[in-house]
């Protein structure tokens, strides 16, 4: 299974940090926070990557290059600007191939084990869902017995944690351009076609300079462990 990592935004929450360093870039205990995504990918013997890039992505590839020093294959999709999740993807889907594939949020650090992560039959995504933090107390799915469903009437749901498996078929009739792919998840849904799981273990949206103090104390908390 390849995987695709999402590196394309511009990180303007982050300013002014990322006015000259991208935000993949930026350090969190003592290694760009993509790199810790990259290593964990490689423990669960996901090699094969690709990663888009947009605001400073020429620095991004220059640091981790094809991805040897790591023991992975990285291949660049390349975006003029950004184009979204959605369109990120749609972009990247010949480097992906027609098989499922991982997705992972650039801009989120977890000690998710990504060995564990497959589609379920018959269906075009498998969110990984945590519970709520601060800044969205309300969540954006219901998860039941592995079944993924929009809420509805004021239903308080998970928060969809930036880890996924994705087929292709549910980007590739979509038109190439800027799009968003939570809308598609969300048909998906409707369609009884997303699957999830829940987990419990650390994670934070690195979006926020605070946040990025936060993500390094965790992960040199994970370090000490072990993990």
Known sequence: MKAMLLAAGKGERMRPLTLETPKPLLPVAGKPLL???????ARAGITQLVINHAWLGDQIEAHFADGAALDVQIQWSREAEPLETGGGIRQALPLL?????????????????????????????????????????????????????????????????????????????????????APLLRAAADKGLLGGEYFAGSWIDVGTPERLQQAAKIAERAACSGR
Do not use: M
Not at 35 to 41: F, N
């Open 97 to 181: 191939g027609d098989q499922p594939f991982v997705l992972v949020n650039g801009d989120v650090w977890a000690d998710f084990d990504f060995s564990r992560l497959q589609l379920p039959v018959g269906k075009l995504a498998h969110l990984v869902l945590i519970d709520n933090p601060a800044h969205n107390p309300s969540g954006d799915f219901i998860l039941h017995e592995g079944q993924v469903t929009n809420p509805v009437g004021g239903q308080r749901g998970l928060t969809y944690s930036g880890i996924a498996v994705i087929d292709p078929a549910l980007i590739a009739d979509h038109a190439p351009g800027r799009f968003a792919l």
């Open 35 to 41: 790199q810790w995504h990259i290593e964990a990918l």
